[in-house]
Each structure stands twice: as C-alpha cells, then as structure tokens.
C-alpha cells in the first residue's frame, strides 16, 4: 500500500465549501502574519480530516448489527425513542456513540432495510455526551424496516459544537448495511435502539468504527427469565 493511500482519504462533498473557505482564510491570514497562516493552515488540514469519507469493509453476516458512528460507546441504558418517530412507548436497549471533532462523521445504515420514517427535531445543543442530549438536542432520526419486519431507530444528534444535521435518505429509500445516511457538523452522537429482547455486544469506553464494528448480533436475543 502506497503511503499517500494510508494517510491521505478521500474528502465527502459535503466538505469541499467549508475547506475552501478556511484556504481562503488562510490566505489572508498569511498577508496579515506568517503565524497567523501557519495556524489557518492548521486548520484549513483539520477540516480537511474532518470530513474524510474513507472506505470501510462491512461484515457480511446479515443477523450484525454495526455501528452507525466512528467513536467511543458513552451510554448504554434503556430508554423510549424519541416520540417524533411514531414507535411505541416501550423502553429499548439504547447505544449511544460520542463522536469528537476528530473523528470521521460520516453516519452509516446499522442495518439493511426499507426507511420507514424521517424525523427532523429542533433542539438545543448541549455536550453530545451528556444522557440529557438524546431528550434535549437537535436531532433527526431514521427508522430502518428489516427485512423480518423488525424496526431498528437511528438517532442523529447535535452536540455542543454541531449546527448542522445532514441526512441523505427520505423516507422509503432502501439502505444496504454500512451504505453512508449521512454526517453532522462538528462533533456529535449517534444512538441506536436495539429491537427488543437484543443484548449489546459492546461497553461504555469502547472504540467503535462506523460500518465495521460490530454492536449486536440479531439472532442472539435474551430468552424469558426461569
């Protein structure tokens, strides 16, 4: 593998008019002082990697469910899904993914399905970290028909830095696992709802990889209690 493969990634559209604008900074900063421009340039690179859309290699098995999110699992509790998706009012297994400024944010489908929902929230835009953030934030939220019948939500949250929620599905699209759903501007979270009875696979503090980390499996639901 080439060096320039390794480290250089192919930047999502999305991001071609932010850096832009932060070269032209950059620019001026260098006519006012040299330090200046260094630092622009700095961040001019920074936005760059920001928005790097890099290939991933989704697993094959279809009973996986992967993560949406490049980041670290913050929560994992049960919660309702927001009411705007139109789900019952029954506690799901919920994990969270707290993406920082310095990870990829290019969201991807947990699941293969139909989308049967699109759900749009205004919000405030406390620390993507915090429980409260998934009841107060910004948001929008995707819900994903499997091919069983079952409903798997997706909930794309604003944090403390993000102004902006971008989704590329509407509703009835069809999404392949691991296919890009969309990205928010500059740090955030992604929660997933569980379908009833399925156990995570994963713990707070882990770092997850969009498309390829595995959250929990389908076919390994909890039987009833003896």
């Known amino acids: 593998m080439k060096m320039h493969e390794t480290f250089i990634k192919p930047m999502h559209p999305e991001g071609r008019k932010f850096v832009a604008i932060f070269a032209a900074i950059t620019l001026v900063l ?24 890099p290939e991933r290699v989704t697993p094959e098995r279809p009973d996986l469910i992967i993560s949406p999110a490049d980041g670290m699992v913050s929560l994992i509790e049960p919660a309702v899904p927001p009411s705007e998706l139109g789900l019952p009012d029954t506690p799901l297994t ?17 699941v ?16 993507a970290s915090l429980d409260k953030a ?61 379908p009833d009875g ?11 990889i969009a498309g390829e980390t595995v959250i929990a499996e389908l076919s390994a639901v909890k039987g009833p209690a003896k």
Not at 94 to 110: D, E, K, Q, T, Y
Not at 112 to 127: I, T
Request: with cysteine.
């Open 134 to 194: 998934s009841a107060d934030n910004e948001r929008n939220g995707v819900v994903i028909e499997m091919a069983d019948g079952r409903l798997l939500p997706v909930v794309q949250i604003a944090g403390l830095v993000a102004r902006r929620i971008v989704c590329f599905v509407d509703k009835e699209a069809t999404l392949k696992r691991g296919e890009r759903f969309g990205l928010i501007r500059f740090g955030s979270r992604l929660d997933v709802y569980l």
């Open 94 to 110: 919920r994990v969270s993914v707290f993406m920082s400024v310095f990870n990829c944010h290019i969201n991807r489908a947990p």
């Open 30 to 53: 260098f006519m006012v002082w040299d330090v200046l421009g260094w630092a622009g340039l700095g961040l001019t690179i920074w936005c760059y990697y920001f928005f790097r859309d």
């Open 112 to 127: 293969a399905g139909r989308v049967q929902a699109v759900a749009y929230r205004p919000g405030k835009f406390l620390n």
């Open 198 to 208: 399925v156990q995570p696979q994963v713990r707070v503090g882990q770092t997850m």
